[in-house]
């Protein structure tokens, strides 16, 4: 027997209103399907929960959104109701996407409704072209507009869409791409409504990783599911479970059951294949096949703050041919990940007004690799430049021994000064400003970026390392934070030229192991 998709969506939220009228959601249901566009029940639903009005004639909530898999056909539910929003009620809509090419696509998508052109002869409908007052095709501010005054231009987020206008609706498509200062800009366009009754539309799926890009996606999920907002509609297609909280063998078996697969899927046996949804679950990974296929958000409490912004740190970032390569490194900071198979060292340089973290390494390793390394650091410590680690890392369990007997200063941070030290690299990046890294070092810039603040608990204000991706190496991060706070507390400052006892390299490089 083959599978089929849920129709009930898990969400299923809209705001407490006595007295509310569904009319509008069934005349939109119904001018669809008269066009053609007939939805699927899943579909129809999300109308209904979206198009609920009070007995004052204002729509019931002001912010809508609709999380499905991709494939499952949300766009078509958009195009019923942008349908109805223009022909029925003459309202401006504002359609947004992260890419052109998607906002092209549903452009094109509303012109088999309405013609390609004013008083077009091939037009498929003509009592909606006969509306029709201009069609406007620039590539990046395509636009409809109607003689009952209905408007929708389309197009790309960043190519600045909407800017100097005033819209009723605001569709925000591709919502998991969607950023903080996108949303400054174009949610005031609903500000002064022609219509005084804006509503913003939220579309999209799972961020890959929970950061900025996505972040106020999140939020309004998050609103709406714990019931912090009052006035979200809010459709969500998803299997039951906390992806946060499942062991690894969990996750394997959530993915591998079939019955999650008709829960995240509605569309499943309808226009998405049961064989499309095994391959995929053959070559993903289960994280990947959970997040992209089975909708799988991560829990509202389990969302932390983003340490630093993307553009803080691009704005910290220099050449090598900015800096004085003359300056001696204070402090080397090590970590490894849990199966010590990779170690990253971080380098500190001070200079006048800011400290430079250099990533020296970021290089899979092996035991057989310990004597290696302990002489490479020998060579650019011998027994001032201290080497810190933190007393939990995977790196303190190989090295500390054998780099104490080898004469090295090591340095391990306990509980309170590593959280200190977390504390020291996110005021010296988002507040001071005053670190600086190499823009080639990609590796370190993915980590801090994917960096979040994890509070410790009954201690208000302090808060260690986590990632908001788990695919993303913490590595770098970690050792970024155990070199500033050692050259800060540990380190000694050194005249440019080594003295009898080395000193560190001036030529500072990747060291491969």
């Not at 509070?455 to 155990?482: H, Q, Y």
Request: charged residues 25%; proline residues 5%.
């Amino acid at each position: 027997m083959s599978l089929v998709g849920s129709q009930v969506a898990r969400y299923q939220i809209s705001p407490k209103c006595p007295n509310v009228s569904t009319v509008h959601a069934e005349a939109c249901i119904d001018l669809a399907a008269a066009y053609g566009l007939t939805l699927d029940e899943w579909q129809a639903n999300t109308v209904r929960i979206w198009f609920r009005m009070t007995p004052e004639g204002r729509w019931a909530a002001s912010t809508w959104g609709l999380s499905v898999a991709r494939q499952n056909g949300k766009n078509g539910a958009l195009e019923a109701v942008e349908l109805y929003l223009l022909v029925m009620m003459g309202y401006k809509i504002l359609h947004t996407s992260h890419l052109l090419t998607s906002a092209r696509k549903a452009f094109k998508r509303l012109m088999q409704f309405f013609g390609r052109k004013v008083n077009d002869p091939n037009a498929k409908y003509p009592e909606l072209n006969q509306m029709v007052v201009e069609i406007r095709k620039t590539n990046g501010q395509e636009a409809i507009e109607l003689s009952n005054g209905g408007l929708i231009e389309l197009g790309a987020r960043t190519g600045g869409a909407g800017r100097g206008s005033s819209f009723d609706f605001l569709i925000v498509d591709e919502a998991q791409e969607y950023e903080e200062d996108e949303q400054e800009a174009l949610e005031p366009t609903t500000s002064a409504s022609p219509s005084g009754d804006p509503v913003t539309v939220y579309m999209g799926t799972p961020p890959k990783v929970v950061g900025e890009r996505g972040e106020p996606f999140i939020r309004v999920r998050s609103a709406a599911v714990t019931g912090r907002s009052k006035r979200t509609a809010w459709v969500e297609h998803s299997p039951q479970g906390e992806l946060d909280k499942m062991t690894e063998i969990e996750l394997q078996a959530f993915v591998r059951d079939r019955r999650n697969w008709a829960e995240g899927n509605p569309a499943l046996g309808i226009r998405l294949a049961e064989s499309t949804i095994e391959g995929e679950m053959e070559r993903w990974s289960a994280k990947s096949f959970a997040r992209e296929r089975l909708n799988m958000f991560p829990s509202p409490a389990e969302v932390l703050e983003l340490a630093f912004s993307e553009k803080v740190l691009k704005a910290l970032q220099v050449g090598a041919d900015e800096l004085d390569h003359d300056l001696p490194v204070s402090a080397f900071g090590v970590d490894m990940n849990p199966e010590k198979t990779k170690v990253s060292i971080c380098a500190a340089v001070p200079g006048e007004t800011k400290t430079h973290l250099e990533l020296a390494a970021n290089s899979p390793f092996s035991e057989e690799g310990i004597s290696a390394l302990v002489n490479w650091l020998w060579e650019r410590c011998k027994r001032r430049v201290p080497v810190v680690m933190d007393a939990f890392s995977p790196a303190r369990d190989l090295l500390e021994a054998p780099l104490k007997k080898r004469g090295l200063t090591v340095r391990i941070l306990d509980t309170n000064e590593f959280i200190q030290a977390c504390g020291q690299l996110y005021h010296a990046v988002k507040r001071e400003r005053s670190i600086t890294w190499f823009v080639e070092q990609e590796h370190f810039f993915v980590s801090m970026k994917s960096t979040v603040k994890e509070p410790i608990k009954n201690r208000p204000g302090s808060f260690k390392w986590n990632r908001s991706d788990l695919e993303v190496d913490l590595m770098p991060t970690m050792a970024a934070t155990c070199a500033l706070y050692g050259s800060v507390k540990f380190g000694r400052r050194k005249r440019s030229s080594g003295g009898p006892d080395g000193g560190s390299s001036r030529k500072r490089h990747a060291v491969v192991l």
